[in-house]
């Protein structure tokens, strides 16, 4: 199958940490406001799952496929309540021979903002879902 | 001077003027490429960082990016890509390109936050 695909975030720090508050950053509060890829992955491959999980590639609703995984994806994550902006993209293709490349380059800060992509497939096609989570 | 909690006009992640940035790029790096399955991860992290550094040199001060890069083999094949953002409305933008040849297709998406 000539799928391959590439994803590189490159991270660069910008602006120093803000000061904290108070001198003390315990691990439990650093979860609160941290990108965590685990909890962000499972949030997307549920969105697949429960949007195009037992489907075969129709081009009459691929569109409405795309959309609603993205949608999904983004309430989710929005639900979670953290302080950060939150960029995601769907790509869906029809399984042909063809192969398929995605790359990404982020200028951001590293310590604080993450991403997450999430490559799933079924007989008839592929999706590839990224989140990008940037801090406020 | 002041610490401004928004973007002045000038300094706006403009979606005309990153689009046109984009075009440019992608004219310019893919005009004759042919799709080799070889050489396409790095073609594919080459053009990302290529546009990612040309829009911090545009000086959108201030502004975080993120550039994504999907390039497809050209084979009639049905292919649907979407994006929605969480984001401030007010300060915040996107822009989006699409380039063609005969044996391949490249979108990107450049998505710019502002950091308060």
């Known amino acids: 199958m000539g799928l391959n695909v590439v994803l590189r975030a490159v991270g660069k720090k910008r602006f120093g940490r803000r000061a904290a508050l108070c001198g003390v950053e315990d691990s439990a509060s650093s979860s609160r406001t941290s990108f965590v890829v685990d909890e962000v992955s499972s949030i997307i491959k549920e969105a697949i799952e429960s949007a195009i999980g037992g489907n075969a590639y129709q081009h009459s609703k691929v569109n409405q496929w795309t959309t609603s995984v993205v949608e999904q994806t983004l309430s989710q994550l929005t639900k979670l309540g953290k302080p950060f902006k939150y960029i995601v993209t769907c790509v869906i293709m029809q399984k042909n021979g063809a192969g398929l490349h995605t790359a990404s380059s982020c200028f951001w800060d590293n310590s604080s903002d993450g991403t997450c992509t999430v490559r799933w497939e079924n007989k008839t096609m592929y999706c590839i879902v990224s989140a990008f989570g940037l801090a406020i | ?45 080459s053009l990302s960082e290529t546009i990612k550094d040309r829009l911090k040199e545009e000086g959108f001060d201030r502004y975080k990016m993120v550039v994504q890069v999907v390039i497809g083999e050209q084979r009639g094949e049905g292919v649907n890509m979407a994006a929605r953002c969480f984001w401030d409305a007010d300060t915040d933008s996107c822009a989006h390109d699409v380039f063609m040849n005969d044996s391949l297709f490249c979108v990107v998406a450049a998505f710019g936050c502002f950091y308060y």
Do not use: D, W
């Open chain 2, 1 to 45: 001077s002041a610490y401004s909690l928004r973007p002045g006009l000038q300094q706006r992640f403009k979606s005309s003027t990153v689009k046109e940035c984009i075009h440019a790029i992608l004219k310019e790096k893919l005009a004759n490429v042919q799709y080799v399955p070889e050489e396409m991860p790095q073609l594919t992290m």
